[in-house]
């Protein structure tokens, strides 16, 4: 393949590409970078996202509506993230064997739900989903409109989020609590701050975002959903907040680069170049483990991230 052919494949419709395969991954992130930086390693986050997908979808089949899906998606995420903090917050649970456990049993679930209410069809059920969502005036504007303005309402969301978190994190007395119990939560309690209640509040927060992603899989990607549909992504999101050295903004473009290769994939497939597709399909997650290799240790993570937390008498 001359230089010519692989620059042909870098046009607006790959760029565009990358951003809709981004868009879950970045918002599943940065809900994963609250939760870390309060102190609590989420690797049960592709487990959300998969209950999203599937609730999500299910929401959407049985009220007609693919915003309601949406909502319903966020709504059971959160509530698995308020168990997740349960377990690894009340019950201080170990917190990597706790997140692996809701990921075989999210995969479990799912799988069981969706052949019991819909058996075995030649052909996969259908829900109402997001269509394309041209934003007037902006995405006129040439190269930039098609690619960020042309999107489904859901990616619009991720845009405005990913301003919010940021600001949210760093220009609010929120997110200078939610960092304090990351990294020093004694000296965070003795100041008055709940630490409990904080990364509680982190962990619904990462699986309602997680669930929003999810959704975006079954309902703005495709309109149905499959066993399991997440298909890594939670565990690429994690490697986003790793990359992104624990900040929103840096877990974006993490997140962006990650995309790319995906969208890089399908657009190798669709050139009709001579190399075996399931080659081609791990070359997201190449790029996810390169990226870790290369980016371990750049920074530190938060000081208490990972590790129980439990009040002393004398601080009450």
């Known amino acids: 393949m001359g230089i010519d052919a692989i620059l042909s494949m ?3 419709d790959f760029f565009y590409a990358a951003v809709r395969m981004a868009a879950p991954l970045t918002i599943a992130a940065i809900g994963e970078v609250y939760m870390q930086r309060s102190g609590i390693f989420n690797l049960g986050l592709e487990a959300m996202m998969l209950f999203g997908a599937f609730f999500g979808f299910l929401g959407a089949r049985l009220t007609g509506n693919a915003i309601l899906g949406l909502l319903t998606a966020m709504a059971c995420g959160g509530l698995f993230g308020s168990l997740l903090g349960f377990m690894v917050i009340t019950l201080r649970s170990n917190q990597v064997v706790t997140g692996a456990a809701f990921n075989i049993f999210a995969l479990g679930l799912t799988s069981f739900l ?3 209410i819909f058996g075995m069809p030649e052909l996969p059920p259908q829900a109402p989903g997001f269509g394309l969502l041209p934003i007037p005036v902006l995405s006129d504007i040439p190269i930039i ?7 489904t309402f859901p990616v619009y969301i991720v845009y405005i989020m990913i301003i919010l978190m940021t600001l949210i994190l760093y220009r609010t007395t929120w997110g200078l609590k939610i960092r304090a119990v990351g990294e020093f939560p004694r000296a965070a309690h003795t100041v008055g701050i709940n630490v409990i209640g904080w990364r509680y ?4 927060l990462d699986g309602a975002l997680a669930g929003f992603a ?3 899989l079954s309902l ?3 309109t149905t959903f499959i066993d399991n549909m997440s298909a890594g992504r939670g565990f690429i ?3 986003a907040v790793v990359f992104g050295r624990w900040d929103p903004v840096g877990a974006t473009v993490a997140s962006l680069l990650f995309g790319g290769a995906d969208a890089l994939q399908m657009r190798v497939q669709a050139f009709g170049v001579k190399v075996g597709s399931d080659v081609l399909l791990v070359l997201p997650y190449v790029v996810t483990l390169l990226a870790v290799i290369l980016f371990r240790g750049k920074a530190g993570a938060p000081a208490s991230m990972g590790q129980a937390y439990e009040k002393e008498a004398s601080y009450d």
Do not use: D, W
């Open 114 to 116: 969706f052949r019991m």
């Open 201 to 204: 509040g982190c962990a619904i």
């Open 10 to 12: 870098f046009t607006s």
């Open 214 to 216: 999810g959704a975006m």
């Open 220 to 222: 703005a990607n495709l």
């Open 145 to 151: 409109g098609e690619i960020l303005f042309k999107q």
């Open 237 to 239: 999101s994690l490697a």
